[in-house]
């Protein structure tokens, strides 16, 4: 309840010269309505038991009982008229209390916890810039980032007035976003009708603590998009978003050329092209964020690209030289979760990815038609690090994946277990696809393939593609033919069940390796040796174990053997000088091939 009057300790009122209101007339009435036609009880007590009598009356500029100042109780709002004693108009309030400019209260009104219509829903406050040393409520309120339902207000568009997760939340957003402030969203659902346009500076706050997803956490349920670069035409810095759920729209967000943005602890959901886009910048960080495709054939991200922002004048020719690209980020603990009657064509789309460090990615997809790539870049990725990223689920027996990573060309990156096979239930034609690979490791990846109609690792045919390939596992296939291409692929404590070029140490048998040593330094011939290592077919026959071979136009080789301990002669394939041993070393098995191109001439010494 709320008293009416208590001040120094009473109400003081005065005539129309400014005297003191002698034998006045008061009525307390219903609220905007007039009190001596729609009068509304007061008490002289807090219980509310003893109702006054209206009018009430003044002596020496005071409400009296018994001709003593008194107090006056009242339970909600209220009107009051004042006359003086000739019932004379002196003023008239339509409405005290909760708005009333002249409004008293209690302090037990004050002190309610437990009425939501008192305690502090009776206390104003207007945000103002702070000036001073904060020493009341008002300056601990503005040192607090902005509030969405500080613009309430302006929410015009409410299809049902009592739940505000129908209305629209846009110009609410785009008022509290345009201060310049930080903004926090409570716990709720918050409709979007359309988009809202964010500049460089713009930090935006869920309900943190309260979880990323669509259960308990602050949503935000785009029409369209949620967020829009408001300059597509200009490199804008910054933009922080966290404790966030998205769910619906069509591309939910898209920051054109933003620099420098913070994404942590949100997740995209239920959108019908893609979660992300970003067309070209740097600097960026994402933590903990998740994509749920919902709808066929979307997107996660867009990142380095423009083909995902049209409208905007974007083209190749607009970004050269070195067109959109994606630089130095960070990239940790990103998942994306195929569902029943969603799956994403495209995990992460990239034109130029650079100086990309990501780990922990998770892409589970849905088995369906139209899955295409978990990593796809179009023109180059470099000066990235890689690691632990193993998509499941992606295409089937009918239509696999034609790349499950797409990366074209390769420069000065470290991929660690990378791994389109570990989870045992992908269909793709191509593992891990490269048209060319420039200082770059490969470490305990697994890619399986057959080197005929699917493939694991698969480069392709230039030169310069100097790969290592450590203690990885599946199948290894380079598309050229030449042998000093395929040289420069180093393989090293590897497994492959199929193996198309490269040099170095393997596990498995019946196969033929091969190492050039490169004396040309400009590739434009073969090498002019070459190591081979022939290994037992299985069957316990022996083959050729170690050769030293002459390369080049017109030349035989090999020039070296040391073979089994038997003789070579209509074995073993040799130009005339070359030279055979036992591995024995025993008196006697010393052979020189001393006529013949084929396996015939072998004469011992």
């Known amino acids: ?275 992300l886009v970003l067309v070209r910048g740097e600097k960026h960080r994402f933590e903990r964020i998740r994509f749920d495709a919902q709808k066929p054939g979307v997107f996660g991200m867009s990142v380095g690209r423009w083909e995902e922002s049209p409208g905007h004048g974007y083209s190749d020719a607009y970004f050269a030289p070195d067109g959109a690209f994606f630089d130095r980020v960070s990239m940790k603990d990103i998942f994306f979760q195929g569902g029943a009657g969603g799956y994403f064509a495209y995990g992460i789309k990239s034109n130029l990815f650079s100086s990309v460090d990501m780990s922990n990615i998770v892409a589970h997809n849905a088995k369906q038609n139209g899955e295409i790539s978990a990593l796809y870049i179009r023109t180059r990725i470099q000066l990235c690090h890689i690691e632990g990223f193993a998509p499941d689920n992606w295409g089937n027996a009918a239509q696999p994946c034609p790349a499950l990573f797409d990366l074209a060309q390769i420069l000065s990156c470290t991929f660690t277990n990378v791994s389109p096979s570990f989870a045992g239930n992908n269909n793709y034609t191509n593992g891990i696809r490269m048209t060319s690979a420039a200082n770059t490791v490969f470490a305990g990846c697994w890619a399986a393939g057959d080197n005929t109609t699917t493939f694991g690792f698969i480069t392709g045919t230039g030169l310069g593609q100097t790969m290592t390939m450590l203690a990885c596992r599946g199948a290894f296939f380079h598309s050229s033919v030449s042998l000093l291409a395929q040289q420069q692929t180093a393989h090293i404590g590897c497994q492959w069940d199929a193996i198309q070029g490269g040099s170095g140490n393997y596990n498995f048998t019946n196969k033929t390796i091969d190492h050039l040593i490169m004396a040309d330094t400009n590739g434009a011939v073969a090498a002019t040796a070459l190591f081979r290592w022939n290994f037992a077919n299985g069957g316990g026959a022996m083959r050729t174990a170690f050769t030293v071979a002459k390369e080049g136009p017109g030349t035989v080789g090999p020039v070296f053997c040391l073979g089994s301990n038997s003789a070579p002669e209509g ?3 040799a130009g005339p000088g070359s030279l055979y041993l036992f591995s024995n070393g025993a008196a006697g098995t010393l052979y020189v091939k001393q006529s013949g191109s084929g396996n015939t001439g072998w004469v011992a010494k």
């Open 1 to 275: 309840m709320s008293i009416l009057m208590q001040i120094n300790p009473f109400d003081y009122f005065t005539d129309l010269k400014g005297d003191a209101l002698d034998e006045g007339y008061i009525y307390i009435g219903q609220p905007n309505k007039n009190p001596q036609s729609f009068p509304v009880t007061v008490y002289f007590d807090a219980a509310l038991t003893i109702p006054a009598a209206q009018p009430l009356r003044t002596n020496a500029g005071y409400i009296v009982r018994n001709n003593a100042p008194t107090f006056l109780y009242i339970n909600g709002n209220y009107s009051v008229l004042v006359l003086d004693k000739k019932r004379r108009q002196v003023f008239y309030v339509a409405d005290v209390l909760l708005t009333g400019a002249s409004a008293a209260v209690s302090i037990n009104d004050l002190s309610n916890s437990t009425d939501p219509t008192k305690g502090a829903a009776i206390v104003g406050w207007k945000r103002s810039p702070l000036l001073a040393g904060i020493t009341n409520v008002a300056g601990m309120l503005n040192a607090q980032p902005v509030n969405l339902w500080e613009f309430a207000s302006l929410v015009v568009n409410k299809p049902t007035p009592g739940n505000p997760a129908t209305w629209d939340w846009t110009p609410a957003l785009q008022a509290a976003v345009n201060t310049g402030f930080p903004v926090t969203i409570p716990t709720g659902d918050y409709p979007l009708f359309t988009p809202v346009f964010v500049k460089g500076g713009t930090a935006i706050f869920g309900a943190q603590g309260q979880g990323v997803g669509f259960q308990n956490g602050t949503v935000l349920r785009p029409s369209t998009s949620a967020f829009l670069s408001a300059d597509f035409a200009t490199q804008q810095v910054f933009f922080r978003l966290a404790d966030v759920g998205i769910y619906g729209g069509t591309t939910a967000i898209d920051l054109g050329l933003f620099h420098e943005v913070d994404m942590t602890d949100v997740s995209f959901n239920s959108f019908t092209v893609g979660g």
């Open 571 to 573: 074995v073993i394939t």
